[in-house]
C-alpha cells in the first residue's frame, strides 16, 4: 500500500499538477512498488550530472541545488542551475526512451526527503492512460522550459 504521504507528495508536485485526486490515486496504485521516500543529509548528491538516469525524484522537503559541470578548455567551471525545493521535481530525463543520462547534479542544501519513482514504470503507466500521459508530459515541456529561461 502506497502511503498518504507519497500521495500527497505527488499531488501537491508540479509536474502531476494537472491530475485530478482520482488520477493521482490510480498513478499511486499503479506504481506501488515502484515509489518509496529516500532521505538525504546536507551537501549529500542525489544523482550526478553524466550518470545513468533511472528515477524521477519529487522533493517533499528540504531543498537542493541543480548543479552542471562545464569543462572549459583545461579547467571544469561548476553552474548553477537552480535551487529546488518542496513540490519540485527533477531527474526528468529518466521518463524519456533510450539511454539516458542526467544532465546535471543534484546537491542537498539542506536535510532533503524525495520520492523516487522507477522511470521506466511510470512511462509504462502514462502510456496505457493517454489521458493522464499527455497532462503529463505537457506539464514536464513547460517545466522544461522555464528552466531554460531561468
Same mark, same amino acid.
Given at each position: 500500500?502506497?502511503?498518504?504521504?507519497?500521495?500527497?507528495?505527488? =499531488?501537491?508536485?508540479?509536474?502531476?499538477?494537472?491530475?485530478?485526486?482520482?488520477?493521482?490515486?490510480?498513478?499511486?496504485?499503479?506504481?506501488?512498488?515502484?515509489?518509496?521516500?529516500?532521505?538525504?543529509?546536507?551537501?549529500?548528491?542525489?544523482?550526478?550530472?553524466?550518470?545513468?538516469?533511472?528515477?524521477?525524484?519529487?522533493?517533499?522537503?528540504?531543498?537542493?541545488?541543480?548543479?552542471?559541470?562545464?569543462?572549459?578548455?583545461?579547467?571544469?567551471?561548476?553552474?548553477?542551475?537552480?535551487?529546488?525545493?518542496?513540490?519540485?521535481?527533477?531527474?526528468?530525463?529518466?521518463?524519456?526512451?533510450?539511454?539516458?543520462?542526467?544532465?546535471?547534479?543534484?546537491?542537498?542544501?539542506?536535510?532533503?526527503?524525495?520520492?523516487?519513482?522507477?522511470?521506466?514504470?511510470?512511462?509504462?503507466?502514462?502510456?496505457?492512460?493517454?489521458?493522464?500521459?499527455?497532462?503529463?508530459?505537457? =506539464?514536464?515541456?513547460?517545466?522544461?522550459?522555464?528552466?531554460?529561461?531561468?
Amino acid at each position: 500500500m502506497v502511503s498518504s504521504e507519497i500521495i500527497e507528495g505527488l =499531488r501537491t508536485s508540479e509536474l502531476f499538477a494537472l491530475l485530478n485526486q482520482e488520477e493521482i490515486q490510480m498513478l499511486t496504485a499503479s506504481l506501488a512498488t515502484e515509489c518509496e521516500i529516500e532521505a538525504y543529509e546536507t551537501g549529500e548528491t542525489i544523482f550526478e550530472q553524466g550518470g545513468h538516469s533511472a528515477k524521477l525524484y519529487i522533493i517533499i522537503e528540504g531543498q537542493v541545488l541543480l548543479e552542471r559541470s562545464l569543462n572549459i578548455g583545461d579547467k571544469t567551471s561548476r553552474w548553477p542551475l537552480g535551487l529546488l525545493g518542496k513540490g519540485r521535481a527533477m531527474g526528468w530525463s529518466a521518463l524519456l526512451y533510450g539511454p539516458r543520462y542526467v544532465t546535471a547534479s543534484a546537491i542537498c542544501q539542506k536535510p532533503t526527503r524525495v520520492i523516487s519513482i522507477e522511470g521506466t514504470s511510470l512511462r509504462s503507466v502514462l502510456e496505457k492512460e493517454p489521458g493522464v500521459g499527455f497532462r503529463v508530459m505537457d =506539464r514536464l515541456a513547460c517545466m522544461l522550459g522555464d528552466r531554460l529561461r531561468a
